[in-house]
């Protein structure tokens, strides 16, 4: 059982490139998340899913996109990075939204 | 004003030692509150929810103070591998989703 898996755990990207980080989970949660954590920010949601096929904006949505075309699955794309986007991101997932979070280890970003 | 705040630390303590972290929040219909631990360079991990009545685990105690809209987080007899950033999480508010503190930081020290 491997819980949430995220890929990759580094990057660097240079501006104005694309990528797509995956988050899976084979724990059958219904909802998605992806944050990003930054120094003395704390971890700010991005986008979230509540079912396959749902996506919604979060606190920070702006220069990503998601989606959800499989339950297990919530991609999340970067168009255009900027060295804003420089962060790490977490996905997690839970079975309802009363329930806390599992989360994967993280990706590391680093936009140049 | 943060709904979630904590104090950032850092708190060194020796080892052995009891210390204890307070987070308010503010939104008073929040529902769920829970402490998760990070670890250096990490992803969070769910340290115990808190309830009502209050709630054991070990070294660890958490309690909730609804009235005053804060939860706190007690550890006993301190170890160094409890150095870690220490997250208060609350759901609730305008979302209803987890909504994370800055965190704060506890240095054990030998």
């Known amino acids: 059982n491997a819980g949430v898996t995220q890929t990759p755990k580094f990057r660097v990207l240079k501006t104005g490139q694309s990528m797509t980080l995956l988050c899976a989970q084979d724990?059958?949660?219904?909802?998605m998340y992806w944050y990003r954590q930054d120094p003395g920010m704390g971890l700010r949601l991005i986008h979230y899913?509540?079912?396959?096929?749902?996506?919604a904006k979060g606190e920070v949505p702006d220069g990503y996109n998601v989606s959800r075309l499989k339950k297990q699955n919530f991609l999340l794309g970067l168009e255009s990075a900027a060295p804003s986007q420089t962060s790490v991101y977490f996905c997690?997932?839970?079975?309802?939204?009363?329930?806390?979070?599992?989360f994967g280890s993280g990706t590391r970003l680093t936009v140049v | 004003r943060k709904e979630v705040e904590q104090d950032p630390g850092p708190f060194n303590v020796p080892e052995g030692a009891t210390v204890a972290f307070n987070c308010t929040y503010s939104?008073?219909?929040?529902?769920?509150f829970f402490w998760y631990r990070q670890d250096c360079r990490k992803e969070p991990k769910l340290l115990m929810s808190?309830?009502?009545s209050g709630n054991e685990d070990g070294r660890f105690t958490a309690q909730l103070n609804r009235a005053s809209q804060y939860i706190s987080l007690l550890i006993r007899d301190s170890k160094l591998s409890d150095s870690a950033t220490y997250l208060c999480?609350?759901?609730?508010?305008?979302?209803?989703?987890?909504?994370f503190g800055t965190g704060t930081l506890l240095a054990v020290q030998p």
């Open positions: 997690a997932s839970n079975p309802d939204r009363i329930y806390g979070y599992t």
């Open positions: 724990m059958n949660h219904e909802y």
């Open positions: 899913s509540v079912g396959e096929g749902t996506t």
């Open positions: 939104n008073s219909a929040s529902q769920s």
């Open positions: 808190v309830y009502s």
């Open positions: 999480v609350v759901i609730g508010g305008a979302t209803n989703k987890l909504i």
